[in-house]
Nanobody, 124 residues
C-alpha cells in the first residue's frame, strides 16, 4: 500500500516563499506521476501542479503558473513544490498525490494515493 507524506507548510507573508516536500513509500515512485493539489476552506480540492514519473513533463494551474515550480528526486522518492510570490489566496491545505497508472493526470479522481495535507497560510 502506497503512502505519501507532505511537509514544509507554514505561515508566511504575502510575497514570501515556501517549499513543500512529499515523501513516498510503498509504491513504485520512479514509475508514478505526482501531483500537488490544494483545498481552501469552503472550496473544492483543485489541482496546483503535476509531474510525470521521469520529470520530463509538468503542468500547472493558471493561478500558480510562473510562481510555483514542481520537481522530483527519484533517488529520494520525493517530490517538491517551490512556491514563490505567495498571495493570500494561496492559503489552503496542500495535498500530495501519486498515481502509477497514468502519464500526467490532472484530476483528483485520477490519483491513487493521497497524503494528509499540510497547511499553508499567507497573510497580507
Amino acid at each position: 500500500q502506497g503512502h505519501v507524506v507532505e511537509s514544509g507548510g507554514g505561515s508566511v507573508e504575502a510575497g514570501g516563499s515556501l517549499q513543500l516536500s512529499c515523501a513516498a513509500s510503498g509504491l513504485t515512485f520512479n514509475g508514478a506521476a505526482m501531483g500537488w493539489f490544494r483545498q481552501a476552506p469552503g472550496k473544492g480540492r483543485e489541482v496546483v501542479a503535476t509531474i510525470t514519473w521521469g520529470g520530463t513533463s509538468t503542468s500547472y494551474a493558471h493561478y500558480v503558473e510562473g510562481r510555483f515550480t514542481i520537481s522530483r528526486d527519484n533517488a529520494k522518492n520525493t517530490v517538491y513544490l517551490q512556491m514563490n510570490s505567495l498571495k493570500p489566496e494561496d492559503t489552503a491545505v496542500y495535498y500530495c498525490a501519486a498515481d502509477n497508472r497514468r502519464y500526467l493526470p490532472t484530476m483528483t479522481w485520477e490519483y491513487e494515493y493521497w497524503g494528509q495535507g499540510t497547511q499553508v497560510t499567507v497573510s497580507s
